[in-house]
């Protein structure tokens, strides 16, 4: 039996660990991608990070969770955010939402709610700017998804300016908090605190977009489309029309229309996982490895077009292994990143397409 394992039928196991014993077991069950790409970042950066996903995976439990209602979603959101800003009130939060949880959420997500008092207290050791990063994120993210708990998602969002709103409510202010972390970590790095932050929005909207495309048809099941139905006004496709037996050339075209704007905002990771100095390998390698499965899995999707099923278009173990092993040779060289994915990326563009928001 795993350390992960034991601590979901055991919790207050976990109570006794050391904080980065305590967090990398929580990560591990929550998100085996993360629990992979957080340990790559420097001791001092590492704790908070780690912590910050914890607390962003609390408010996905709360919005994920169908027992709930949508008054419900956003009273627990809004409690959340007063927990995270002051430290206090941890402990009833999770009494009063543990037993809520229904059996659709992963044991490992109990677990995380149940344990809610001590990530908290985890977030208060540090110093004030970490902390009101964290908050900033929270707090976005807990106020801007109740939001989408209430609108019909069938036929998709109306925009492709309401599909980048969404993408920011998920990940954006993820990518603005990490940027905020990476410049209190490094005066080196807070040199370009600017453009970084500008970058990082963009760097989650792209990780989330991909992510979008990847799980179309999951969501499907689920009578929800995070499209945008303006991209495929203009290739002559409905998105109220779509599931998982449409074969259309028309909805296939706002497919490739949407993953090079993707690609788009993946270049936009690179430049800034190239202001990050070359000597922060860890730190490096923590956005390149993200970055390098998000431009696998769209390679995937357009080689794929037809694909109905999200495991038809999941990257392989061997490629996440050649992706590591590609950046941890390379992952210094600013010129040879950008040489790669320029090639990695350039079937991904649509050359004779560019979108214009009406």
């Known amino acids: 039996m795993t350390d992960t394992q034991a601590s979901i039928e055991n919790p207050e196991s976990l109570l006794a660990a050391s904080v980065d014993d305590f967090q990398a077991i929580l990560l591990e069950g929550v998100s085996r991608t993360f629990a992979l790409t957080i340990p790559q970042l ?21 919005e994920d969770e169908v027992s709930l209602s ?11 955010i007063e927990v995270v800003r002051t430290g206090d ?13 229904s059996e ?36 976005t993210m807990a106020k ?3 939001v989408y708990q209430g609108m019909d998602l069938s036929g998709g969002l109306a925009t492709m300016q309401d599909m980048n709103e969404y993408c920011y409510y998920v990940a954006g202010c993820v990518g603005e908090m990490l940027a905020k972390l990476f410049c209190h970590y490094s005066p080196a790095i807070n040199q370009h605190s600017e453009q970084l932050l500008e970058l990082s929005t963009s760097f989650g909207q792209g990780l989330q977009m991909t992510n979008i495309l990847k799980d179309i048809w999951d969501d499907a099941q689920r009578g929800v489309c995070w499209l945008p139905q303006d991209i495929f006004t203009e290739t002559g496709f409905e998105l109220k029309d779509l ?20 690609q788009g905002h993946l270049k936009d990771a690179l430049t800034y996982t190239q202001l990050i100095p070359s000597h922060e390998v860890g730190m490096r390698n923590f956005c390149l490895w993200a970055l390098g499965m998000a431009v696998l899995t769209l390679n995937e999707i357009k080689q794929h077009l037809d694909f109905n099923d999200s495991s038809q278009v999941k990257i392989t173990r061997k490629s996440v292994k050649a992706t590591i092993l590609t950046t941890r040779v390379i992952g210094r060289s600013n010129w040879l990143l950008s040489v790669l994915f320029d090639f990695k990326t350039k079937q991904l563009i649509c050359q004779d397409w560019q979108y214009n928001p009406k």
């Open 70 to 80: 949508f008054e419900q979603k956003q009273q627990f959101c809004n409690r959340f």
């Open 89 to 101: 009130g941890a402990d009833t939060f999770a009494t009063d939402l543990a037993p809520l949880l």
């Open 243 to 262: 599931n998982t037996s449409t074969d259309s050339k028309e909805f296939q075209l706002g497919l490739e229309h949407l993953i090079s704007i993707a």
């Open 144 to 146: 801007g998804m109740p």
């Open 104 to 139: 659709q959420t992963i044991p490992a997500e109990h677990v995380l709610i149940q344990l809610t008092a001590r990530v908290i207290e985890i977030t208060h050791s540090f110093d004030p700017e970490q902390i009101a990063a964290l908050l900033g994120c929270v707090e």
């Open 42 to 62: 420097p001791k001092g950066l590492y704790e908070a990070v780690a912590n910050a996903y914890l607390l962003c995976r609390i408010v996905d439990t709360v």
